[in-house]
């Protein structure tokens, strides 16, 4: 008993690392922009695709068009909607059970939602009465907080996890006429801005998971941002790949496309082939093991 239980302790601490996706494309009337531990992909401008295949339609009543932006892992849905083709304030709103509630940082001629976690937190851009810069905003349940990266010219979070870590897009100066855009992170009060990892276009962060992994894209470059180091993420044979929203198991939802085609895809993280040999062995092993013990 003792060898066995050796063993299976030996394989349940192999940690599986991630070397590369399968990509698959998503047949959806709108682009995923979302994924949800329970594998449930938002339809940015239509609705829910479920696990099971099946779609839940969302949109806000008399609406012009309603664009979904952010699920969690009960499903509440945040986003916004406008009443016509202008570029009038749109209503933003937080969409739960059948029901929407309106969404207005205090203060603001204009509120954008972006993103939410399971806690219930969600972030967004506004734009105070008294000037026409872009702030962000954190709502942790209770109020709301300004967020800003220092010298930023506009600031656009996207996303926020359980620890309450935002990642998004800060417009920035690098002289006269140069305005730049660098993905940040707003951790525990303090701001990280990333430079471009190639030289190649804007960079935007896009998604955060719970372990503090990022996706987001560098012009037509998508990439996975984890354990400080950047990887690139490329649906094969695309000429541009953006990825959008990642959740905990890894699982990578976006867009890509070659010249004017455009499809939403889901990436799945796959093991390496030696740890997979690693894992099986082990499971032998244990069996083995098992057999032996029971066998004399």
């Known amino acids: 008993m003792i060898g066995r239980a050796l063993v299976l302790g030996l394989f349940a601490c192999t940690r599986i690392m991630v070397a590369e996706y399968v990509f698959q494309t998503i047949d959806a009337p709108g682009p995923a922009v979302a994924i949800n531990d329970s594998g449930q ?89 008294c000037n026409c810069v872009a702030l962000g905003f954190l709502y942790n349940g209770a109020k709301f907080t300004t967020l800003n990266v220092p010298f930023s010219l506009a600031m656009y979070p996207n996303a926020v996890n359980n620890s309450g870590e935002i990642v998004g897009r800060a417009e920035l100066v690098g002289g006269p006429g140069n305005v730049f855009s660098e993905g940040f992170l707003y951790s525990k009060g303090n701001y990280t801005t990333f430079p471009p990892f190639d030289n190649r276009g804007d960079t935007a962060f896009t998604g955060i998971n719970d372990a503090g992994d990022i996706v987001g894209h560098k012009g037509a470059n998508g990439f996975v941002y984890k354990n400080g180091v950047f990887s690139s993420l490329a649906v094969p044979g695309s000429s541009f790949t953006a990825p959008v929203g990642i959740n905990d198991a890894g699982e ?24 997979l040999v690693l894992i099986v062995s082990g499971f032998l092993i244990s069996g083995l093991t098992w057999v032996l013990r029971n066998r004399f």
Request: glycine share 16%; net charge negative.
């Open 41 to 129: 992909i938002l339809i940015g401008g239509v609705g829910v695709l479920n696990s099971d295949g099946t779609f839940t339609t969302i949109e806000v009543p008399g609406s012009f068009e309603t664009v979904l932006t952010g699920i969690n892992d009960s499903g509440t849905v945040i986003g916004y909607s406008r009443t016509d083709a202008s570029l009038n304030p749109p209503y933003s709103f937080l969409y739960n059970a059948g029901t929407f509630t309106p969404i207005t940082v205090p203060g603001s001629i204009y509120t954008e939602t972006a993103g939410i976690s399971d806690e219930g937190q969600f972030v967004g851009t506004y734009i105070p009465m």
């Open 252 to 275: 990578i939802v976006g867009l890509y496309g070659t010249g004017l085609f455009r499809k939403s895809f889901l990436a799945i993280p796959v093991p390496e082939p030696g740890t």
